[in-house]
């Protein structure tokens, strides 16, 4: 037998000897064991060319507004019309902070969530946990327009009507693997040179970081790491079609 046949071969005994029932019980374990490898590897290959507060000893979530007036300022947001879009709305804490300082007239904010909280289990929070009904947000200003649901059901009816003329800063926020990958490859043939997503939960790897890099590595995305804030938890990345 040569050694394809054999790599075969093992691969049809592992599945028919339902090896999964002793090797299921490592996967998480294992799955985050090569996340956070690749997480470090990603971190050491990639400079951020902006604010970066690495390394910090203590972890303060007050952090990500550093990040956000560095965005705003350094990529000359505040004066040009842009499209926000949020995934992962919950109490709109974010999203009022963009509302407040991104003050222009004909600038767009999309907020998405099931408002009904988080779809599925991350990590220590259950499915449901984070929910904030869409009236409690308290937001009245009229560029800010609201999709309640899953991502899953919400953002393709929205991209088959959404005009992208403005530059978009997009704000993953929804924590899951499965809800960032697949707003992610919806976006993707709307992502024009200097759009610009930022991530609140970049630093778990099987999550964000996950979804990420097989989303650019699939789609082959080239990127700038223009942020980066409490120790790579929240970051932001600007496209690059040049
Ligand atoms: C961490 S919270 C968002 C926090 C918010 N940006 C803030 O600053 O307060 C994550 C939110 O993502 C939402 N979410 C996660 N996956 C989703 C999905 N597939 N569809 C819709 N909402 C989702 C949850 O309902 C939850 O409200």
Same mark, same amino acid.
């Given at each position: 037998? $040569?050694?394809? =046949? @054999? ?10 000897? $339902? ?12 799955? $985050? ?17 902006? *604010?970066?507060?690495? *390394?910090? /000893? ?5 952090? %990500? ?17 842009? =499209? ?39 990590? &220590? ?14 937001? !009245?200003? &009229?560029?800010? !327009?609201?999709?309640?649901? @899953?991502? /899953?059901? !919400?953002?393709? &009816? ?30 993707? %043939? ?14 778990? &790897? ?37």
């Amino acid at each position: 037998m $040569n050694k394809l =046949d @054999l790599i075969r071969k093992s691969k049809s005994l592992f599945m028919k000897w $339902n090896l999964h029932h002793i090797a299921g019980s490592l996967e998480g374990g294992l799955l $985050n064991l090569a996340y956070m490898s690749k997480l470090s590897k990603w971190r050491n290959d990639n400079a951020v060319t902006g *604010y970066n507060d690495w *390394y910090q /000893q203590s972890w303060d979530y007050s952090r %990500r507004i550093n990040l956000y007036k560095s965005v705003l300022e350094k990529q000359g947001l505040a004066q040009v019309p842009i =499209d926000y879009i949020e995934f992962g709305v919950s109490s709109g804490s974010s999203f009022r902070w963009w509302l407040q300082h991104q003050q222009h007239e004909a600038s767009n904010f999309f907020g998405f969530d099931t408002f009904e909280g988080l779809p599925e289990a991350f990590g &220590p929070f259950g499915k449901g946990e984070m929910a904030a009904s869409l009236e409690s947000i308290g937001v !009245t200003d &009229p560029r800010a !327009t609201f999709y309640k649901g @899953l991502f /899953q059901d !919400t953002l393709i &009816p929205f991209l088959d009507q959404y005009k992208s003329e403005n530059r978009k800063l997009i704000h993953m926020d929804a924590d899951l693997f499965s809800a960032t990958i697949f707003a992610l490859s919806q976006l993707y %043939r709307f992502l024009n040179d200097g759009d610009i997503i930022m991530f609140d939960e970049f630093a778990v &790897p099987t999550h964000e970081f996950r979804a990420f890099q097989i989303f650019a590595d699939s789609f082959y995305i080239n990127y700038e790491v223009i942020a980066a804030a409490n120790n790579y938890l929240f970051l932001a990345v600007k496209i690059r079609k040049d």
